[in-house]
């Protein structure tokens, strides 16, 4: 449903617009824009990027039930709503199906795509996967309807930040939190076959708990750090958010 699909993905798109405020930087661009590198994309019309990180191939020929997308060079990419399974190496062209009820939608190896749990309006899921070139991004929320983030500084921003070597790294730091949102939780979802292979999961230095299931996520609040959990190929790690300027938290994969 892609109606439900946008309403999770408000969070990305609140940041992906409060960046092109802050940098002129469009929020639908050309391939070219950011992968000046590649000569291939300056071909490209029919494909674009969305905020930082995902990446957009619209079918534009009637009837068609797949299409050709090329994958820029300097990042790799991974199919949207394979968590992790189907992934595209950059520089590289693929036929990919597209049927009407799948968008072909790419997300940037490494980078962090946050969305609304739909379930759950306290928390906020930061979606990457297990390998990539390491993101600098950011969570901004306001109040929505007034001028008052930008007139009294009533906002909330969180920095994230990931790193991939032998392990998954997540730095999550609030930057300004003069405006509390309704999060209350983080999810941190890690896509990919070797979420498996996963021992543990530190964070700031403490081992966190492994569960059997995500449904026993929803007992993390902030009273205690975390805890972690796979299912096939994603892995959830649960945290609270502390939502106070300096707060930082790094979690780390084994």
């Not at 190496?89 to 199906?97: E, K, L, N, R």
């Not at 072909?104 to 996967?129: A, C, I, M, Y």
Request: proline share 5%; charged share 20%; with cysteine.
């Amino acid at each position: 449903n892609y109606a439900q699909e946008r309403a999770k993905l408000l969070p990305f798109l609140y940041a992906a617009y409060q960046r092109q405020g802050l940098s002129g930087v469009p929020v639908c661009r050309a391939l070219m824009v950011d992968y000046d590198n590649d000569t291939a994309a300056f071909t490209i019309e029919d494909q674009y990027l969305l905020g930082d990180g995902l990446m957009v191939a619209p079918v534009v020929v009637e009837n068609a039930t797949s299409r050709s997308v090329h994958f820029p060079v300097g990042a790799d990419w991974v199919d949207y709503w394979s968590a992790g399974t189907k992934s595209y190496h950059g520089g590289s062209d693929a036929t990919v199906p597209a049927p009407l009820t799948t968008l072909p939608l790419f997300q940037r190896k490494g980078s962090v795509v946050p969305k609304l749990d739909l379930n759950d309006e306290r928390v906020l899921v930061l979606q990457t996967h297990v390998e990539g070139i390491p993101h600098h991004g950011f969570v901004y929320d306001d109040d929505g309807i007034s001028t008052k983030a930008e007139v009294h500084g009533q906002y909330f921003r969180m920095a994230t930040e990931t790193r991939f070597d032998s392990s998954v790294e997540l730095t999550l730091r609030v930057e300004h939190a003069d405006w509390q949102p309704s999060w209350q939780r983080v999810h941190w979802e890690v896509g990919g076959s070797s979420v498996g292979e996963w021992q543990s999961v530190k964070c700031s230095g403490v081992d966190l708990p492994r569960v059997e299931v995500v449904g026993e996520l929803s007992a993390v609040d902030a009273s205690w750090l975390g805890a972690w959990t796979v299912e096939g190929t994603k892995a959830v790690v649960a945290l609270p958010i502390v939502a106070k300027a300096g707060w930082e938290v790094r979690c780390t994969t084994q």
